[in-house]
């Protein structure tokens, strides 16, 4: 079965450190990989995505991601830190063969020591 | 601006009292769908419908039921709230049932629901 698994249910890291948010997928095909910010008594907001191409992506807010196909990987990385990027973190597949669902990792809580 | 509306954002109810969530989107999608947020579980989808008149089950249906009369609005019903339903909801469009490289889904800011 499909499946997203995030490691790490909370991480916390200093301002202006570097952050890497891992995201492991089981999917059969070819992944269609999301991340996506939960700031506080917020929606979701799309960081990033990827589809095909590059295996680098850029997306929002200085974050980048990479795919690694051979490691079932999506991790997300900032290299500094800022103290606004508190929140929680999710990464999403999304299983077409399902209605176009999106398939959520179960978080990871993010915190920033000043 | 293009936006997923959802009301109430919070709401404090009983066990048993029928309640509405509505959802209505200004972007002409025809895909939405529900999802609820529980802590450890990240989001799980409850319904989803791929157009008008169309909808199907996610992965949790039980104790749900949703319409779709018109394309822009997709309410999430509870017509027996149990405590078990104390959760975050969150309703989500995109143009079709494909997510695609430019037009990923929508996320509404989501809905607190508290059932004593």
């Known amino acids: 079965a499909q499946s997203v698994t995030q490691p790490d249910i909370h991480i916390t890291v200093s301002e202006g450190a570097s952050l890497e948010l891992r995201c492991n997928y089981s999917?059969?095909?070819?992944?269609?990989l999301f991340w996506y910010v939960q700031s506080p008594g917020q929606g979701l907001q799309l960081l990033l995505k990827?589809?095909?191409?590059?295996?680098l992506v850029q997306g929002i807010k200085g974050f980048e991601a990479e795919f690694k196909r051979s490691q079932s990987s999506f991790n997300l990385r900032k290299p500094s830190v800022h103290w606004s990027d508190a929140a929680e973190y999710f990464c999403?597949?999304?299983?077409?063969?399902?209605?176009?669902?999106?398939?959520f990792g179960q978080g990871t809580e993010l915190s920033v020591k000043p | 601006e293009a936006q997923v509306t959802q009301n109430p954002r919070y709401l404090i109810t009983v066990t048993g009292k029928k309640l509405t969530v509505t959802c209505s989107q200004n972007m002409n999608h025809e895909y939405m769908s529900w999802y609820r947020q529980d802590p450890g579980l990240g989001l799980r989808q409850i319904y989803y419908s791929m157009n008008v008149e169309v909808t199907d089950k996610g992965d949790v249906p039980e104790g749900y039921k949703v319409s779709r009369k018109e394309k822009r609005n997709f309410p999430l019903i509870l017509e027996s709230p149990s405590p078990n339903q104390t959760s975050l909801y969150f309703c989500?469009?995109?143009?079709?049932?494909?997510?695609?490289?430019?037009?990923?889904?929508?996320f509404g800011d989501g809905t607190r629901l508290s059932i004593l």
């Open positions: 990827y589809f095909s191409g590059d295996t």
């Open positions: 989500a469009s995109s143009p079709s049932r494909f997510p695609s490289s430019n037009q990923p889904q929508h």
């Open positions: 999917y059969g095909a070819t992944p269609y």
């Open positions: 999403a597949v999304v299983n077409y063969n399902q209605g176009g669902k999106l398939i």
